[in-house]
Each structure stands twice: as structure tokens, then as C-alpha cells.
């Protein structure tokens, strides 16, 4: 079997509710640049760089892409793979060119696709990076007689709701992150180096999935390593988001570790802290830790709003003690992103509802480690579904 993906079908419903919205709003085009947004209509991903790149939604709800020539063959490769969603492609030569590429999409915008106006998920018109710099395609296009947009939180609110091929590609995810942290686990051994471990696991994981897949091929990036400590070893646990290790593995460490590969563009998140060998203190906290995310999971259901389940986990903490040890809020969205809407966080006033997938992550930082796991959660009717299945244990 090849590695699943959200349907050719799905793609272009998607296309045809985000249209729909833009009507509503008096828009009958949609111009896209960001990664993230492209992808969510078309499966179909490039390497984004200083030279402009966008897709466009027509009038007649087709899609036109306006690429570099660079990605020419890439494009066509992927735009094959995803089931040809995009009907039409044109290529300017390279940036920033005799001409530049916002007044070439502008002539495109103007003559080809001939909006009455247009939403855009970036009114520049181009990613500024990579030192980009350029003309601001939303002005341009104001001079030629067509009003623009922002297209706002309309693909956001899209995305927090998962549907069931999306869910499923996250599922699938949560099986490799499991099989992941297994074999890392297996492969624990003082004085071996956090990476050392990480590499050798994802080696083994990958050559599984590559079975199974018959090529596994993320569609958004390439083969990296899918499991990792991320740096939380030892004393540097406590930083939730430390990046290397300074050491290699002693008795009685605290470590972080968690996967989530890439399956059709989709995450899944599952961390979990271990002991590596006997540490009181360290499983003290642990299974303080372990109490805060009990009091997040009693909370989970359709209706609760994110605010209150990260409230009680304050309190929680509070009775407990722990709360001076707290560094960040209760969870967040996840999907495409590994962060998204909603984030568990008593700023953030949403409500949960059937569809959306989180993470529950409360954490403990102090100078005897890092303790925090993360599972992925499916909201449903009825309360939640954990997607990531793995123990507990320390």
C-alpha cells in the first residue's frame, strides 16, 4: 500500500466551502502563499524560498498555481500524486527577474483570472523570506480596480474540525509514534548519547514503515529522524524545549522523548517522560505530573471550554505545590501543524466540539527534571478518544 492521503475528492470539497465563505463575504477569488494554507487545499507541497509562489482560487473555482520555474518538474510530480487539483500552472523565470514576479502575477490576476475582488491569506502577496522584497501585490491589484481582502481565520476555522480521512492519517501517526518510543526505549544504555539512540530507533521505524508503505514518502518534507530526546537529558529535561544534549546517558536520569512522523501531511504528538534507572525524587514529580494530567482528561468533552480545563490544571498544581514549577499551558491543537487552534490555555475563550484534536500536555520543570507526557486527543460526541495509545509508565 502507498502511504495514505486526504482524497482528490476531499481536496476539492474543501476548495469548494472556502469559495463558498469568500461569496459570502462579497469575494469571488481566493489568492494563497502560505504553505500550510496550499497544502490543505491541494496536498501538494514545495520547498518555499525567496521566489514567490501562490495558488489561486478562480471565479470558477478551478485552481491556478503561479510558480518559479524551478519547481516546474516537482510541481507537476506532486500535483500528479495529489490527483491533479491544480488545473493550471504558470511559471515566471526567477526572482527578482527583469520583471518582477508580483507585477507578472498582477498582468495574470488582471487578464486571466479576471476577479471581481479577491481574499488573500497574505496581502504582500509573497512569503517575505529569504531576504525577499518586492512591490505589495494587494496595492497593485487595488490600482488595476480589484479590492482585496484578508482571508482572515476562514481556513483556520476550517481545519479545526478533523474529518474522518483526517483523523485516520493522524491515527496512523500515533501507531509509528508508539513503535517509535518502543524501540528507543529498547536502546537506552548509559553513556550512549541521546542522539546516537534517536538515530538508531528512527532507522528501525522507518525501515518498518518503508515496508509497509512500499515507499514511506512524507508529502511535506523529507526523511528526518522521527523520534528524539530532543535534548532532555538529564538536568536539561527541564527545559521544555532544549535542543542538545551537552552529555551522554547516566543512571538515574530524567528524559523527554516523543515522536509524531509526518503520515499524508498529518502529526500526531506523543512525548513521554522516563527514569531512566531509580531517581525518588524525579518520581515524585513524575507522578505529580501524571496527577495534573488526570485532572485535564476528567475535563475532556464536547462543550467544555479550553480555558477551564487549563484553569483546574493551575489548581490542581496550586493544592499540590507544584505550580511555581509550571512553564507553559495544558495543550494545544494539532494536525497539519504541530501547533494549532485550540490552545488549552485560560486566555484562549473556545469551546470544545466533536472533530477537534488536541494534545494534553501539562508539565512540571524544576532542578530535579523535566515531566511531561502528551497524548493526542479526538473530541466526541459522547466525551474523547485517545489516539496515541502508549503506558504511562515512568
Do not use: C
Not at 514503515?209 to 514511506?216: A, I, L, Q, R, S
Not at 467544555?304 to 483546574?312: C, H, L, P
Not at 505545590?321 to 509550571?326: K, M
Amino acid at each position: 500500500m502507498s502511504v495514505p492521503k486526504v482524497s482528490r475528492e476531499e481536496l476539492l470539497s474543501r476548495v469548494e466551502a472556502l469559495a463558498n465563505k469568500a461569496n459570502n463575504l462579497g469575494y469571488d477569488a481566493i489568492y494563497l502563499t502560505k504553505p500550510t494554507n496550499i497544502f490543505y487545499l491541494t496536498n501538494v507541497s514545495i520547498i518555499p524560498t525567496e521566489r514567490p509562489f501562490s495558488v489561486i482560487i478562480g471565479p470558477d473555482r478551478n485552481l491556478v498555481a503561479f510558480s518559479p520555474y524551478v519547481e516546474k518538474d516537482h510541481l507537476e510530480y506532486r500535483n500528479s500524486l495529489a490527483g491533479n487539483v491544480i488545473s493550471q500552472v504558470y511559471y515566471y523565470f526567477d526572482y527578482p527577474g527583469e520583471k518582477h514576479p508580483m507585477n507578472i502575477v498582477k498582468e495574470l490576476i488582471k487578464k486571466e483570472i479576471k476577479p471581481k475582488a479577491m481574499l488573500m491569506d497574505n496581502l504582500l502577496g509573497a512569503n517575505p523570506i529569504w531576504g525577499y522584497s518586492g512591490p505589495n501585490l494587494s496595492e497593485l491589484l487595488s490600482k488595476e480596480g480589484i479590492p482585496t481582502g484578508d482571508v482572515g481565520g476562514l481556513i483556520d476555522e476550517m481545519r479545526l474540525f478533523k474529518s474522518s480521512e483526517e483523523i485516520e492519517l493522524i491515527k496512523e501517526s500515533a501507531y509509528w509514534a508508539s513503535k517509535a518510543i518502543e524501540s528507543s526505549i529498547s536502546l537506552l544504555e548509559e553513556n550512549r548519547w541521546d542522539w546516537e539512540i534517536a538515530f538508531e530507533a528512527s532507522r528501525k521505524t522507518v525501515y518498518e514503515m518503508n515496508g509497509k508503505y512500499k515507499p514511506y514518502m512524507p508529502l511535506r518534507g523529507s526523511i528526518e529522524p522521527i523520534v528524539g530526546f530532543r535534548g532532555q537529558v538529564g538536568e536539561f529535561s527541564s527545559y521544555p524545549h532544549a535542543l542538545v544534549s551537552e552529555r551522554p546517558l547516566r543512571k538515574g536520569d530524567v528524559l523527554g522523548i516523543g515522536s509524531g512522523p509526518e503520515i499524508g501531511g498529518y502529526f500526531a504528538e506523543l512525548e513521554r517522560t522516563l527514569i531512566f534507572g531509580k531517581n525518588e525524587k524525579a518520581a515524585t514529580y513524575f507522578n505529580k505530573m501524571l496527577k495534573l494530567r488526570e485532572e485535564a482528561f476528567n475535563l475532556l468533552a464536547p462543550g467544555r471550554k479550553v480555558s477551564e480545563i487549563d484553569g483546574a490544571v493551575r489548581k490542581k498544581a496550586k493544592e499540590m505545590g507544584v505550580d511555581a514549577f509550571l512553564k507553559h499551558h495544558t495543550g494545544h491543537g494539532i494536525g497539519l501543524e504541530g501547533h494549532e487552534p485550540p490552545l488549552l490555555d485560560v486566555g484562549y475563550d473556545f469551546e470544545l466540539k466533536p472533530g477537534i484534536v488536541i494534545t494534553i500536555e501539562p508539565g512540571i520543570y524544576n532542578k530535579y527534571g523535566g515531566f511531561r507526557h502528551s497524548d493526542t486527543v479526538l473530541i466526541t460526541k459522547s466525551g474523547f478518544e485517545m489516539l496515541t495509545k502508549y503506558p504511562d509508565h515512568q
